[in-house]
């Protein structure tokens, strides 16, 4: 199983619109990935409500796993879109 260990970059945290464009990459990444804080149990990550029920604050290190083919290419740019903090999602997503 691949994982990311990133920082949220978003000051606010991983809550509404963040949480939102987030949610629209890890659904288009084609691959099951989930998310969890470092220290908590993994989610789905294209699943809006379970993301913003994780409470995920700016700073807080979080955990994006996902297994199978083309698992480490999403993940690499899952993290760095949470890593950064972006306001929109890039067209490599």
Same mark, same amino acid.
């Given at each position: 199983?691949?994982?990311?260990?990133?920082?949220?970059?978003?000051?606010?945290?991983?809550?509404?619109?963040?949480?939102?464009?987030?949610?629209?990459?890890?659904?288009?990444?084609?691959?099951?990935?989930?998310?969890?804080?470092? @220290?908590?149990?993994?989610?789905?990550?294209?699943?809006?409500?379970?993301?913003?029920?994780?409470?995920?604050?700016?700073? !807080?290190?979080?955990?994006?796993?996902? @297994?199978?083919?083309?698992?480490?290419?999403?993940?690499?740019?899952?993290?760095?879109?949470?890593?950064?903090?972006?306001?929109?999602?890039? !067209?490599?997503?």
């Amino acid at each position: 199983m691949a994982e990311r260990r990133v920082n949220v970059g978003w000051a606010e945290g991983l809550h509404a619109r963040p949480a939102s464009i987030f949610v629209r990459a890890a659904t288009a990444s084609g691959v099951q990935v989930t998310i969890a804080k470092a @220290d908590g149990n993994p989610v789905n990550a294209a699943s809006m409500l379970a993301v913003l029920g994780l409470g995920a604050q700016g700073g !807080e290190e979080i955990v994006l796993a996902s @297994d199978g083919e083309g698992a480490e290419a999403a993940l690499d740019r899952l993290a760095k879109l949470v890593a950064e903090g972006l306001d929109e999602l890039p !067209e490599t997503v």
